[in-house]
């Protein structure tokens, strides 16, 4: 266990190095969106983390440096703040993480990880390597944000088989076990296991394509109020949203900014870069509606076969290259349709990976949440109670998710308005009670 522990840590530790040496330091201390954070920051912060969560807390540590605790607390200072904090600067922030991780290396050596909750199954080291690895998710998205040349580059996806797919396939009606209380790593939102009830739904087979999004787009989508509900029709014309984030049109064609680089709009890959507002709106305009996050939690884990709910899609083992795209392995989606071997038993394909998919359901506990092993991970984005929600989930992962934060109960959150982060969707809609 030790070493697939050690092995999560280096691995994340060697992206985060990717992403940071890949600029100069001017790049790693600028602020290229108010949604984001300096690079330099996220690169600090892992290493406080690191050393709060591990050296202090499991391994009894004294501080190393104190002071900087508050400049590197989330909650204490919003992303559009942080470039004017005195932050550490990039030599500095390196020298402190290459140290932090050099003692955690050490204190993992001796953990005791059958005792006490927090070490058990490692679940605090395997905490701080999913943190890492969210972290290393956000520094990608700011890299995509920053103007200037590409600086990162991966192999394109392959071509989907090309095998011919229903639109859609149906989940039948029935109950089905969402959220776990096995997986050792899950985080508290996860938790606790409960069965579900869902009538019978259809989802579909792949994630929405840009050349289906583009149709959306050319029939007047972005001009049609009936598409929108009102709260998307408000914020549609407040932003001047008339695409994809990062598209742009020319001379008749489509074009993208894709990490410095510019090209045609792929008309197979999944369409990336859309509110919640605008995955809604298309969903409206084609007769149909966003899956619930308990119906796509069916359609990705739920055996017919067996009656149980598994880790992944494709059965319990880890994800391979030949299930899904993760891990930052290309610097893209695959093409709709990819992935059979990752497919889930209702046949739907591209749940993990690619694409985090936009849900119709606000963030909240499950029946019977504890926060564990501190509040502000999950608890301080519920709605209070008698309030809104403010977070809309999103599930499945992109292709910029590594595989360690990444399951079939895992969940993520954003607001509605939000299309930086790197987010699809696919649609449902409901079936007769016999279906």
């Known amino acids: 266990m030790r ?16 992403l940071t040496d890949a600029v100069d330091d001017a790049d790693l201390t600028a602020q290229h969106s108010r949604l984001m954070s300096p690079l330099v920051w996220d690169l600090a912060h892992i290493g406080n983390q690191e050393e709060l969560w591990l050296l202090r807390n499991v391994g009894g540590q004294d501080p190393m440096h104190p002071e900087i ?40 050596d001796g953990a005791e990880l059958s005792g006490p909750p927090l070490l058990r199954a490692g ?34 996806p392959a071509p989907a088989p090309g095998d011919r797919l229903p639109p859609e396939v149906v989940v ?16 508290d939102n996860e938790r606790p296991a409960h069965l579900v009830e869902l009538p019978a ?12 999004y583009q149709a959306f787009i050319d029939d007047g989508g972005y001009r049609r109020p009936d598409c929108w509900s009102t709260e998307g029709w408000a914020h549609r014309q407040e932003a001047g949203l008339t695409a994809p984030l990062h598209w742009f049109e020319q001379d008749g064609q489509w074009l993208r900014r ?11 890959e999944p369409v990336l870069h859309v509110t919640w507002y605008e995955a809604e709106a298309y969903a409206r305009w084609a007769g149909r509606r966003l899956p619930t996050e308990a119906e796509w939690e069916k ?21 391979g290259p030949e299930h899904a795209n993760l891990g930052q392995r290309h610097l893209q989606p695959a093409p709709v349709g990819s992935y059979p071997a990752g497919a889930a038993p209702c046949g739907a ?33 519920f709605a209070p109670p008698g309030r809104p929600a403010e977070y809309k989930v999103l599930r499945g992962g992109s292709f910029a998710v590594a595989p360690v934060a990444c399951r079939g109960t895992f969940r993520n959150w954003d607001y509605p308005v939000r299309r930086q982060i790197f987010a699809g969707f696919r649609t449902a809609r409901d079936l007769p009670a016999e279906a």
């Open 201 to 212: 739904f259809a989802i579909d087979t792949v994630p929405v394509s840009n050349a289906a």
């Open 349 to 381: 394909r591209q749940l993990i990976g690619d694409v985090w998919e936009w849900t119709a359901s606000d963030f909240g506990p499950y029946p019977g949440f504890r926060a564990w092993p501190y509040r502000e991970y999950s608890e301080v984005f």
């Open 172 to 187: 039948p009606a029935g109950p089905f076990t969402m959220g776990t209380d096995t997986e050792p790593w899950a985080l």
């Open 3 to 18: 070493e697939a522990i050690a092995e999560q840590l280096l691995t994340a530790r060697a992206r985060t190095a990717l």
């Open 299 to 319: 359609a990705a884990r739920h055996d017919p076969a067996t009656g149980r709910s598994r880790r992944f899609p494709w059965g319990d083992g880890p994800p």
């Open 258 to 268: 894709r990490f410095g680089r510019v090209e045609p709009v792929p008309p197979e």
């Open 123 to 156: 679940f605090a080291f395997g905490m701080i390597a999913q943190h890492e690895q969210q972290h290393d998710e956000t520094m990608l998205i700011t890299h995509q944000l920053r103007s200037g040349g590409a600086v990162l580059t991966a192999p394109a």
């Open 69 to 108: 605790d508050p400049l590197y607390d989330a909650f204490q200072h919003p992303r559009a703040d942080r470039p004017a904090l005195p932050l550490l600067p990039p030599a500095e922030a390196r020298r402190y993480t290459a140290e932090v991780r050099g003692r955690v290396l050490d204190l993992l």
